[in-house]
């Protein structure tokens, strides 16, 4: 898999900058590169997409332009309506246990979503379970030790989680959105390889820097050079028989 170059990082990055001021266009710009991702494995056009924890729907969307039986599944109510309405079909659900019968999708995707569960193998054993033998899990995370990791309070996590927060909260007159141990966790890249890679129900197609210009496949070799660098770690999976 090989992702097109430095000019599509550079839109990625310039889109996640402007984000607090322009969402729609920096979304709708991550779901369709998320969407040319998985079409490098599979089809969507016909395909049962079950988005888990998808927001406001901007994923579920993209799939469906391409084709596919998109359909969304968003704990937070408050995400689900961030643009002003609930999305068509989405149904307000648990990632821990969704209403989906084993192997009901053909691409169970997850963007950006892990770091904000307590319990990611739990998590990941779901989208496994709703996933049919053969089909595709994409499932991308950023890393605590990322420089975005703090999300809004980043980089300043480094010096610790809620000294980030005090100094947020002093700059902007607002608590963070995110708590350390609460809706945010230190997920990491080394661990999570290694527990994905010990599972006897899928086989890794890809684990790679999600965004990188370049080296994105060998960035996550590199032990505790991967934790900084990765940025956000890209996990595409075979669900075996």
């Known amino acids: ?7 599509r990082s550079l839109a990625l990055f310039r889109a996640f900058l402007n984000e607090p001021t322009d969402p729609e266009h920096c979304y709708r710009l991550l779901a369709r590169d998320a969407a040319d991702q998985v079409e ?6 016909g395909a049962v997409v079950a988005d888990i924890g998808g ?16 359909y969304l599944f968003e704990p937070d109510t408050a995400e689900l309506t961030a643009r002003g309405r609930t999305p068509d079909g989405a149904v307000r ?13 053909d691409v169970c995707f997850s963007s950006n979503v892990l770091e904000h569960v307590a319990d990611p193998q739990t998590f990941l054993s779901e989208l496994v379970r709703v996933t049919r033998p053969g089909g595709l899990v994409y499932v991308a995370f950023t890393n605590w030790l990322s420089p975005w990791g703090g999300h809004e309070t ?9 000294r980030a927060r005090r100094r947020y909260h002093r700059r902007t007159g607002r608590p963070a959105k995110h708590t350390l141990g609460e809706n945010l966790f230190a997920v990491h890249v080394g661990r999570t390889l290694r527990q994905v890679r010990a599972r006897d129900d899928v086989t890794v197609l890809t684990a ?11 960035i996550p070799r590199l032990p505790g050079v991967r934790e900084i660098a990765t940025w956000n770690l890209l996990l595409i999976l075979r669900r075996l028989p």
């Open 93 to 105: 659900a648990d990632g821990y246990l969704l209403p989906l019968a084993d192997g009901t999708a």
């Open 208 to 218: 790679r820097s999600r965004y990188a210009p370049f080296l994105a496949e060998t």
């Open 154 to 162: 980043a980089p300043w996590h480094y010096l610790g989680a809620e």
């Open 1 to 7: 898999m090989r992702d097109p170059s430095l000019r």
């Open 55 to 70: 927001g406001s729907g901007h994923f579920t969307e993209e799939f469906r332009r391409r084709g596919a039986h998109g």
């Open 40 to 45: 490098r494995y599979a089809p969507l056009n």
